[in-house]
């Protein structure tokens, strides 16, 4: 059974920034849509951002457009989601996902993100 490893999470200061990566380790991974969700502490998981196989269609939630970017390196079978101007309601727990077909279907286990003031 392959698994997706999220590392780069911690804690980071308001208005700084940060990078998550997401290796996927015996999960298909090449011709997947690749995304990253989050989850504060009471509230509901949350899409942050999506990329097609090619890197041609990006998406972005609302609340992190213009401060996130999603990136992919398809021969390290790597996502990767660059965090600038943190704010504290980005802290949560960042997880990946692959998507087969319409179906968000392999996730990772995820890495907190706290940003403090």
């Known amino acids: 059974q392959g698994q997706l490893i999220e590392t780069g999470g911690g804690s980071v200061q308001a208005g700084g920034s940060t990078t998550l990566s997401c290796a996927a380790d015996g999960v298909t991974f090449g011709i997947n849509t690749m995304g990253w969700f989050r989850q504060a502490p009471g509230k509901e998981r949350e899409f942050v951002a999506s990329?097609?196989?090619?890197?041609?269609?990006?998406n972005y939630g609302d609340s992190v457009k213009g401060r996130f970017t999603i990136s992919r390196d398809n021969a390290r079978n790597t996502i990767y989601l660059q965090m600038n101007s943190l704010k504290i309601e980005d802290t949560a727990v960042y997880y990946c996902a692959r998507k087969y077909g319409s179906t968000w279907d392999s996730w990772g286990q995820g890495t907190q993100v706290t940003v403090s003031s």
């Open positions: 990329i097609n196989w090619n890197v041609r269609v990006k």
